[in-house]
Each structure stands twice: as C-alpha cells, then as structure tokens.
C-alpha cells in the first residue's frame, strides 16, 4: 500500500475554516450517547437540524436526510466519511458493507456519507464496491458542521488518534486494492475534513463517535450492539 492516504493534492491552496468544537467525552454507556461525543453536546432538535440538510445520491438526485429513514421509530446508523478519495474511508465503506446485512437483519439502515460530488461516490462504489443505494455525497460538507466533526490540518494529518491505523494496515490494504485518487473532491480543502458516525431513533440521536483523526472510526460491533439494545 502506498502512502497516498497522506498526500494532499496540489492543485489549488488549501482554505481553512473555522470547526465547530465540541468537548471530548471517552466514557461509554450503553444506555445513551457513546463515543466522543455525548448527548449534552447536541441541541434537543439536532435531528429536525439534520433532516432538513439535502445530500445526493451517487445518481446525482437530491435529498432531504430525513427521508433516508422513518424518522418515527426507524433505527438508522449514518456514517460520515471524511472524503470518497481517503483511503481509510475506502476500509470504513469495506467494513459497512460486510456488516450491512448483519445490521439490516436487526431492522438497521446504514447510511454511508461522503464529502465531494456524486460522480466521486459512484468511483468508490464501483471501485470498492459499495451498493449505492446506501452511499451519498456532501459537497457542501453541511452535515458535518451541523454535526459539529473535525475539520483542520493537524486534525487530518497529525493526531494521535490517527496512529491506530497502522493496526489495521490488513484491512486497509484490502480495502485499496482498486483505490484511485480520482476520487479526492476537486476542492482541496475537503481533504482537511474529519468524519463520524451517529445512531438514531428516529429524530433522537442515540450513539456519537465524532473521529479525532484520520481513521478514528467507531467500532463497528458497538455501534451494532448500541442499535440492539434500543428500547422498543
């Protein structure tokens, strides 16, 4: 595997801009929110604030996130990707498409999410592959502000965090076999953003895992034992 999961293309100056912060939390409790992020941190309505975000599927149609599931009782897991050209999220996508069946047998839907354009998500699904049914883009990463994830320089590229990928370099060598760098957003400063993945119950936000670097993933067996002991 080459290094290219820590390359930034050149084509045009990176813009920073500003993250929304959020205190860190590592403590775990399965009745509630878990992860890095804890239920404090987010505003009663964050699932109305999201639902009424528009994404695109990987056939370029737009949708409002909240008609991606029952937004009464419906369990949905949304993981956001950082970019559809990371290759760390091309082994995240690897890992929820072996486990989409094991979650949707538990009457989950996986919703996979990605920064960059459509013609980008259909690279990596056809690549990967990844049913695309399940995968859509964000441009305009406004999800990932409402959710407050990570975004900057050595968020990306220096955390601590990010040091657990060289436990995984298997899986991610898997993952990349048809990888290509084709399908980095055209917008450089994308590359800079952090993912996540939230668990909800309808509009109630049970489960956050805000990633602190690149790679940081939830743990995909907590968050389906989290979807298992959602109360009726």
Known sequence: ISNSFIEIPHSSPIKLKPAKLFTSNNGTDNSGVVGKASASEFSADIGD?????????????????????????????????????CPCCWELALGLEE??????????KLIAIGVGTPNKARLLAERLPFPMDCLYADPN?????????????????????????????????????NYTIEATPDETSSVLQEGGMFVFKGKQLLYAHKDEGTGDHAPLDQVFDICCKVPA
């Open 49 to 85: 604030v999201l639902g009424d975000v528009t994404i695109f599927t990987a056939a370029d149609q737009p949708v409002f996130l909240k008609d991606l599931w029952d937004q009464n009782q419906g369990i949905a897991v949304v993981a956001l990707l950082r970019h559809f050209g």
């Open 99 to 108: 486990a989409k069946a094991r979650f949707e047998s538990a009457g989950v």
């Open 141 to 177: 990463r406004e999800a990932y502000d409402i959710l407050g994830l990570y975004y900057g320089f050595g968020r990306t590229f220096f955390n601590p965090a990010s040091t657990k990928v060289f436990s995984r370099f298997e899986s991610l060598q898997e993952a990349v076999k």
